[in-house]
């Protein structure tokens, strides 16, 4: 019989589009995680020889990603998970600073993340969680997150390096320089913009995303620069910071991968801003009654979201995904509920119908030529059906 008959027919290329928080794992992570499991299967805390090196090739990730990052070994901690990092961070310097006040600023458009933690903190200290506005670009106002930060008793800020869901990078070194003068430390959620355009050093605390920048799941990043006062909100444990330690081949991986995506950064930024640029232009002129969102300037170069009017976001989703294609919808923090974005509601934006496109190292401008050429037929097909014309 004929090979290329009995092998059955080929398998519908995928193409994925949804790279934001978890993105295809880098050929170099994978061939690190395989060789770590080998040699750095036994628990780091133990002091034995098999101990021993599981504790090398841990304290070797965290120095490479501290160096990455700018910032000293020591200061670098390895959580379960980005959102892990996100609420020890919010939680343990609210409680180290408890004296000083039981305030939390954030910007509106902050991860959920970041508003359930402020929430969770201030509502059992009696304090406030101060949300802080922004403009229909999504950025938010330096001086009136100053103004915030001037007021009595706040004990920490947060502010995202970038939006995840529409690009926009913020005014940090202007807001980082108020914190400073107003001495309350400042959080920045760099889990979207990590690896893939350099986050400079105007921050006290930061939250990096493995799975982001195309190192495996499970895993999160947590800087924070000596002098910020915080203390433990969890029982005692060895581990101070994140009680039970982390996997070692995914901390191994995870550090190869930001070396990998670092150094091909700029690259990378030639070759998938025009893609996302492309995405924006064609979708306005193309798809009718539709919102392209974001600083089309200074934003993420792989980051794009749009809402299409009188269609409903999971059927879009759906309906791409039949034809091969995966994207986002709904709030990049919370998508599998698909609920309506908080992000999109902050910038006054359409939150009907929305996709949300994250472009990754693998994404070729073939993927994107083929995204449009089913996306206008797809939006024009779910209108008609609900009898929209």
């Not at 880098?26 to 499991?37: C, I, K, Q, T």
């Not at 458009?109 to 059992?124: I, K, S």
């Not at 996302?276 to 993420?300: C, E, F, K, Q």
């Not at 797809?378 to 008609?384: I, P, T």
């Amino acid at each position: 019989m004929d090979d290329d008959l009995s092998a059955g027919p080929a398998a519908p290329r995928r193409v994925v589009l949804d790279a934001g928080g978890r993105a295809p794992l880098r050929p170099s992570a994978r061939a690190a995680f395989v060789e770590a499991l080998d040699q750095g299967w036994a628990d780091p805390r133990r002091l034995h020889a098999e101990g021993r090196r599981a504790r090398a090739l841990l304290d070797g990730a965290r120095e490479a990603i501290a160096g990455a990052l700018g910032a000293r070994t020591q200061d670098v901690d390895l959580a379960g998970s980005h959102t892990a990092a996100l609420h020890a961070a919010v939680l343990m310097v609210a409680r180290g600073r408890r004296r000083v006040g039981a305030d939390v600023v954030t910007s509106a458009v902050e991860r959920a993340a970041v508003l359930h933690a402020a929430d969770f903190v201030t509502q059992r200290s009696a304090g406030e969680h101060v949300t802080v506005p922004v403009d229909r670009s999504g950025a938010v106002d330096p001086d009136a997150l100053a103004a915030a930060l001037r007021a009595p008793g706040v004990a920490l800020a947060a502010l995202q390096h970038a939006n995840g869901e529409v690009g926009t990078l913020q005014p940090l070194d202007a807001v980082h320089a108020a914190a400073r003068s107003a001495g309350v430390p400042l959080l920045v959620d760099a889990g979207a913009s990590v690896g893939h355009v350099p986050t400079g050093s105007s921050w006290d605390v930061l939250a990096a995303d493995p799975g982001d920048w195309g190192g495996p799941g499970g895993l999160g990043v947590l800087v924070t620069r000596t002098g910020v006062r915080r203390a433990p909100d969890w029982p005692q444990d060895e581990d101070r910071w994140f009680p039970g330690g982390v996997s070692v081949p995914a901390a191994l991986a995870a550090a190869v991968a930001l070396q990998d995506a670092v150094a091909a950064a700029r690259e990378e930024d030639q070759r998938l801003r025009p893609l996302v640029d492309t995405i924006r232009a064609t979708v306005a002129a193309r798809v009718p009654d539709v919102d392209v969102v974001g600083d089309p300037v200074h934003r993420l170069p792989h980051v794009l979201t749009f809402s299409c009017l009188y269609v409903d976001g999971e059927a879009i989703v759906s309906e791409l995904d039949r034809h091969g294609f995966a994207v986002g919808s709904g709030s990049a923090c919370s998508s599998s509920t698909l609920e309506p974005s908080h992000v999109l509601a902050a910038m006054g934006a359409l939150t009907q119908g929305n996709v949300r496109v994250a472009l990754h190292h693998a994404t070729t401008a073939q993927d994107v030529t083929d995204f449009l050429a089913v996306l206008p037929g797809v939006v024009a097909e779910l209108r008609a059906s609900l009898g929209v014309v």
